[in-house]
């Protein structure tokens, strides 16, 4: 059983950037589909991006344009960089694929 540590996360200003890394414990290579969630507080966990074994890509219409996931597989990492980040972007951020357990994931937390 695969298993992804996410980490990155910070507390970063409003407009500013974080790239996060999830690190997965073996190859990735066979994982067709790697997604990023999020979590805000008081909130229910959404689908942030994702990325198949062959890079498309596909984003949740509020983070077009100041999101992008990538995947290494030589590094076995799924990254995502978030531009121009909100405070509404603050929330616990999480990397899953199907049938892989859930991590601890990484908090990110946009304030002045």
């Known amino acids: 059983q695969v298993q992804l540590v996410e980490s990155g996360g910070s507390l970063v200003q409003p407009g500013g950037s974080l790239r996060l890394s999830c690190a997965a414990s073996?190859?990735?290579?066979?994982?067709?589909?790697m997604r990023w969630y999020r979590q805000g507080p008081g909130k229910e966990r959404e689908l942030v991006a994702e990325i198949t074994s062959g890079g498309r890509t596909n984003y949740r219409d509020s983070m077009k344009g100041r999101f992008t996931i990538s995947r290494d597989n030589a590094k076995n990492t799924v990254y995502l960089q978030m531009n121009n980040l909100k405070p509404e972007d603050t929330a616990v951020y999480y990397c899953?694929?199907?049938?892989?357990?859930w991590g601890q994931g990484t908090q990110v937390t946009v304030s002045s």
């Open positions: 899953n694929a199907p049938g892989i357990s």
């Open positions: 073996r190859s990735i290579l066979s994982i067709l589909i």
